[in-house]
């Protein structure tokens, strides 16, 4: 079919239209095209806007130590500021995190929970990453010990927390010349070291839940039993300088992954943690030798006391670090240093006094006590020292009564004894048909037995236990019943053969306690080796009305553990004879409590709490991280109760 003249004249016009609207098409710039072809969509530098803008401003500085290494520092400054105190945290856990977020409009919303009374009150905040964490320069050492014998550098965290406020008050211009630290935990001590060479213009230090003497009482051990759980921690904090992960593992209940490794030296080489440098060091010194006394804190503060005003703060129920802020201020006091040294026991698990603190677990406290803490304690107590402000008028002592619910004030804490303190120490004894009395053992022999299976450890959560480090950076959101352990609910092992179970009458009147318990274990093992672990219960009546859930709820307010090999001396440990008595006395953490009419007070004796604490062979070794399949054998564990060899749990009873 052909073509018409017609036909020819249309093409050729809309072929003229098309090559010319391709041409103008492809004339146009990517951008007239809202295309972006061949551009990269990362600009090469581009700033977020805050609508509205910010209170604050927001530095980031390396800031330069004597040995020429640079810490990064955040520094938080409220806008208008003039004449303001500095409130420093020098941390392992990130700072640019701490600090908290860099795009709010407030201040108030960017930092956390726990700065909000700091921000409201004009302070300049700053967080620092401790050398080698994060964006610092340096090598990392786990809680890195003062220049000596073990640190034989010219650097720790004393020269380093110096070096930054000298840095910081020489360049912020909008300070007053005065700085305070704070912290919590691993902040805590970095606040405490600051404390042994202080700079002038340190006024003021608030350690909370300072790890200080991580053998006998804080992170690593508790009276020579080593504490398994915290190895996630150690690979979470030494495999990288930055954000790290808990130790790997295909095993859902650490109690059942623990116990098939075999000793905790086995599970450390299984998992490869005998590569990361903290771990084999610590491992090869179980006792309390030099390396553990050069590295207790309180024995160092004691013996170089500063005038530095410090504000010690400890939870009673804190399930990480129970042992460093109550000695230090004890060991301050027999110093000779109580008058510019404070204590505060507050109702709170680890690190609490940074979030919320209307209850540990089932213990419910009137109000918020962080708040209470923050606000009516350290905010006062550091704008007197920071802001030449009016005496905070705080109490020596302020202690939390968690049978009474409400805050009590004293001018002393007693340290344990029999005599010669404010409150004296009452003994509670085991007796007959496994009742607590007040009243001594008749008997001239009398005992009760358990047998202690290193293969069936008693645990000290019920199972399956969680690694208490995976939701680490989120306040353990994701495991709860970690930081409430020493609240939990003891009816769970109360049942076992393995637990012996003490239990007084129903109470017909108050007994108050206030001081630091002391077990006093009358004890025969067939074994050579052994642990005792003692509670203190406050068990409720079988029905509370405003509350069902208590009813009959086993509630420890104070318990630990003891290796048995450490009864006669920490450093130096001996073998304890089969079949022959031994006494094993070791002070409970403090209490500040009241067992009302109606309940009854309990003690449970038992050997295990697995995994947090290590499983003893039962067998002497030398090490027992080294211990073999062989040396974990069962032992029959006589417990005595007797006149002439009584156990008993000695409380410290007031009268008002």
Known sequence: MGTT???????CFLAVVVVATATATSAQSPKQQGQSIGVNDIPKKFTDVVPGGQDFTRRVVMIPMRDGVKLNTVIMVPKGAHDAPILLTRTPYNAEERAGNSLSASLLTALPLGDAVFVEAGYIRVYQDVRGKYGSEGDYVMMRPVRGALNPTRVDHVT??????????????????RVGMIGSSYEGFTAAMALLDPHPALKAVVPESPVLDAYMGDDWFHYGAFRNLMLGYVHMQTVQQGPGVVTPSDVYDKYEEFLRAGSTGDYVRSRGLDKLPFVPRMMAHPAYDAFWQGQDLIRLLAARPSSVPTLWEQGLFDQEDMWGANHAWLALKAAGHASNNWLVMGPWSHSQVNGTGYAVGPLKSEGDTSKQYNRDMVLPFLNEHLRGGPPAQLAR??????????????QDWPAACEHGCATGLKPLYLNHGFILSFDAPSESQASDTYVSDPA???????????DPFFAFGSTYAGYIPWSTWLVHDQRFVDGRPDVLVYETSVLTSPVRVRGTPVADVRAITTGTDGDFVVK???VYPPNVPSDPSMGGYEMPIALDIFRGRYRDSFEHPTAIPANEAQRYRFELPNVNHVFKSGHRIMVQIQSTLFPLYDRNPQTFVPNIFDAQAAD???????????SLQPTAVLLPVVDQ
């Open 632 to 642: 974990y054998r069962p032992a029959n564990i006589t417990i005595l109760r007797s």
């Open 160 to 177: 380093d927390a110096w070096d930054t406020i000298d840095w910081l008050v020489k360049h912020l211009p909008e300070s007053n010349g």
């Open 456 to 466: 069936k450890p008693v645990p000290f959560l019920p199972r399956p236990v969680l």
């Open 536 to 538: 203190i219960i406050d």
């Open 5 to 11: 003249p017609g036909r020819v004249g249309l093409l």
């Open 397 to 410: 002592v302020s202690i939390y009564n968690t049978g009474d619910n409400h805050w009590e004030r004293f």
